[in-house]
């Protein structure tokens, strides 16, 4: 019984490259969030996604950063043109609907941007 | 504003050694407040979900309670392996589903 899986673990990028990270929510989930947490910071929501569907972006950057979760395949969050203070620990979480209750987290992908 | 503070920031206990950790909110209205914990390098892992004011849950050596101000994860009799960064969130009735409003935590040692 797989949970959520977040690739890559780790990712290294020079700055103005760009980053993707994945996200495959556990089994029978359909609505993936994304988390950032900044060094020293706590957790940040970034953005609510169903399948085809943005839900919620009011905690995306305006600019660079953009999020998608296709009919077929993981969740993607894509930062363009990165820079230095991109660099922190991204998580991903799901849960079966939309409703109060628990969000199940993966273990993070830690972009560090040189 | 809504606002989560967890205090204290830092806790070391020892084996045995009961506590309380507190997490003070303000929001416009509560849907929900949750505790999380987090190891080191590891995603947050759920512990407990609270509705509404003097509902508690409990869970091994945890028990959670809720106020309308606050909340407090009990610790009792804790083991080394409780050891962690505790995460108290809370969701708004005018937020979206998931989205979570998380302190900065609590970060618990517990020594033999």
């Known amino acids: 019984n797989a949970g959520v899986m977040q690739n890559p673990r780790h990712l290294v990028r020079r700055r103005g490259q760009e980053a993707r990270l994945r996200c495959s929510p556990m089994?029978?989930?359909?609505?993936v969030y994304w988390y950032r947490q900044l060094p020293e910071e706590g957790l940040k929501f970034m953005v609510y996604?169903?399948?085809?569907?943005?839900?919620?972006e009011s905690g995306m950057p305006k600019e660079r950063f953009s999020a998608e979760f296709p009919k077929e395949g993981p969740s993607i969050l894509r930062i363009q043109q990165v820079v230095r203070g991109d660099s922190a620990a991204y998580f991903c979480?799901?849960?079966?609907?939309?409703?109060?209750?628990?969000?199940?987290f993966g273990e993070g992908s830690r972009l560090t941007v040189l | 504003e809504d606002q989560v503070t967890q205090s204290p920031e830092a806790l070391r206990l020892q084996e045995g050694e009961s506590s309380s950790l507190n997490c003070s909110y303000t929001?416009?209205?509560?849907?929900?407040l949750f505790w999380y914990r987090q190891d080191p390098g590891k995603g947050p892992e759920f512990l407990f979900t609270?509705?509404?004011a003097g509902e508690e849950k409990e869970k091994e050596r945890l028990k959670a309670t809720l106020t309308k101000k606050e909340s407090f994860l009990h610790i009792t009799a804790p083991k080394p392996e409780d050891s962690a960064t505790y995460l108290c969130a809370v969701q708004a009735t005018t937020d979206s589903w998931g989205k979570l409003q998380f302190g900065a935590g609590t970060q618990v040692v517990v020594t033999p």
């Open positions: 979480a799901s849960s079966p609907s939309g409703g109060v209750g628990e969000l199940f």
């Open positions: 929001v416009s209205g509560l849907r929900g």
């Open positions: 089994k029978g989930h359909s609505h």
């Open positions: 996604l169903q399948k085809e569907n943005i839900i919620d």
């Open positions: 609270l509705y509404s």
